[in-house]
């Protein structure tokens, strides 16, 4: 039963397409994040969350915007894919210390 | 702001050898938090090692890693290496909600 878990897995999108990332939690954490890896790069926050109907920015934002409609679930939102951001994307909560990371969603973008 | 340097990006090592990681980090916080998360091929991170305490020992899973906040380092070893060792290591740190990430240390430890 993962308590962090990100839907799709994978997915391929074109440049200029809008795409959505989804996550749910069930470890009852206020806190959300979503970050990127890129080789080289490690892990690097893009936005984050600490209470359902409010997002903040963290160090990379430009590109994305997210949703947290409710305290379970995180949304990632490219508006305009590009070629630079294909990349691993995790999506974690928190307690709000440690970080329980979702399985990741493997994006291209073509 | 906050940060965290992994000065190694990339560890080879034989098996059975002692494993050293090094971490070091900036913080505005005077109480911080020091994690070692690892990352295994095609898996998300998962925390090893967390400290809060000052020169106190932390230990899992045959790791150990002593938070010195007189040299603001967290370093990570083990005494043996094993060939199931070999994963990312990632050093971080947060004095709140949101946790700064070292660059990220490979470890290849081959037979």
């Known amino acids: 039963e993962a308590a962090v878990t990100q839907s799709p897995r994978s997915k391929v999108a074109v440049t200029g397409g809008k795409v959505t990332l989804s996550c749910h939690q069930t470890?009852?954490?206020?806190?959300m994040y979503w970050y990127r890896q890129d080789t080289g790069h490690g892990l690097r926050l893009i936005h984050y969350s600490y209470v359902a109907d409010s997002t903040e920015k963290g160090d990379i934002p430009d590109g994305y915007k997210a949703s947290r409609p409710s305290q379970e679930n995180f949304s990632l939102i490219l508006e305009l894919a590009s070629l630079s951001q294909t990349a691993v994307y995790f999506c974690?909560?928190?307690?709000?210390?440690?970080?329980?990371f979702g399985p990741g969603t493997r994006l291209t973008v073509l | 702001g906050d940060s965290v340097t992994q000065t190694e990006g990339l560890v080879t090592l034989t098996e059975g050898l002692p494993v050293m990681l090094n971490c070091t980090y900036q913080t505005i916080y005077s109480n911080p938090f020091l994690f070692w998360y690892v990352q295994h091929l095609n898996e998300s991170p998962r925390l090893l090692l967390k400290?809060?305490?000052?020169?106190k020992r932390t230990e899992h899973q045959g790791f150990h890693a002593t938070l010195h906040k007189s040299s603001s380092s967290f370093h990570l070893q083990k005494s043996s290496a094993q060939l199931s060792d070999s994963a990312l290591y990632y050093c971080?740190?947060?004095?709140?909600?949101?946790?700064?990430f070292g660059s990220g240390t490979r470890l290849l430890v081959s037979p």
């Open positions: 974690a909560s928190s307690d709000p210390y440690e970080q329980y």
């Open positions: 470890n009852n954490h206020d806190y």
């Open positions: 400290s809060f305490t000052d020169n």
């Open positions: 971080a740190s947060t004095g709140g909600y949101k946790v700064v």
